[in-house]
């Protein structure tokens, strides 16, 4: 399964600010999402990195606020902007090829882990 | 799934003994499910995951259980031991039209007593 690094691995952020956190895998992937979890909490799913065009946002988020940029099949940026503590947060990306060609599931980076203050 | 916050369920168990995690899914649409383990720290790790058209499936100390008819999955872990301390998730994933969604479980934490 492939191998994620995702950077920086944590930040602290004065509000009103954005962050833009990388997503490198090593090798060429179809899929790659980006999750929000609260410490403590499960993951919920802010969106899916589409190579080559916008991304797909689940209910609640915003391109505005959470840009995702995917130019190639190994990497896929997200900035949190204009910043709030309501952000803070870890942010994780997973990445993976489709459940319906491969038997692998998906796996995850490290996280970031920002705070805002 | 929902969060239940910082009072996550917690299953102790005793070093040695089998392990079952229980975990709900909310969409019968669902086809494909993913088992994850996290450790404090770290992202989530890939454990076992099974296709809605099968039963089952077993791993290394793994197996994974699925029952459609009433929308629910198990994670049972023969011979735990205190490397698998750690909260442990349950994914379902569906297709819609602009893409795949995945819901995570709210998480149970894992407590192996030596």
């Known amino acids: 399964s492939a191998v994620i690094s995702q950077k920086p691995s944590r930040d602290i952020c004065q509000r009103g600010t954005s962050l833009t956190i990388q997503c490198q895998v090593d090798?060429?992937?179809?899929?790659m999402f980006w999750y929000r979890q609260q410490p403590g909490q499960s993951l919920t799913l802010i969106a899916t990195?589409?190579?080559?065009?916008?991304?797909?946002?689940e209910s609640g988020f915003v391109i505005d606020k959470f840009p995702i940029s995917r130019p190639n099949l190994t990497f896929s940026t997200l900035t949190v902007s204009n910043m709030s503590p309501e952000d803070s947060s870890i942010y994780l990306c997973?990445?993976?090829?489709?459940?319906?060609?491969?038997?692998?599931?998906?796996?995850f980076g490290s996280g970031t882990r920002l705070t805002v203050v | 799934g929902e969060s239940v916050g910082l009072h996550l369920p917690t299953l102790s168990v005793q070093e040695g003994d089998n392990s079952i995690i229980n975990c709900a899914y909310s969409?019968?649409?669902?086809?494909?499910f993913i088992w994850y383990k996290q450790e404090s720290g770290k992202g989530p790790q890939f454990i076992i995951d099974?296709?809605?058209?099968?039963d089952k499936r077993q791993g290394q100390r793994v197996t994974v259980l699925l029952n459609k008819t009433v929308k629910h999955l198990s994670l049972q872990i023969a011979a735990t031991q205190p490397g698998d301390s750690a909260v442990y998730f349950c994914?379902?994933?569906?297709?819609?039209?602009?893409?795949?969604?995945?819901?995570f479980g709210p998480g149970t934490r894992l407590s192996v007593l030596p």
């Open positions: 099974i296709r809605s058209n099968m």
């Open positions: 969409n019968s649409a669902s086809d494909y």
């Open positions: 994914a379902e994933t569906w297709l819609h039209n602009y893409g795949q969604n995945f819901v």
């Open positions: 990195a589409n190579q080559g065009s916008e991304a797909t946002y």
């Open positions: 090798s060429q992937v179809t899929m």
């Open positions: 997973s990445a993976g090829d489709s459940a319906y060609s491969k038997t692998y599931g998906y796996t």
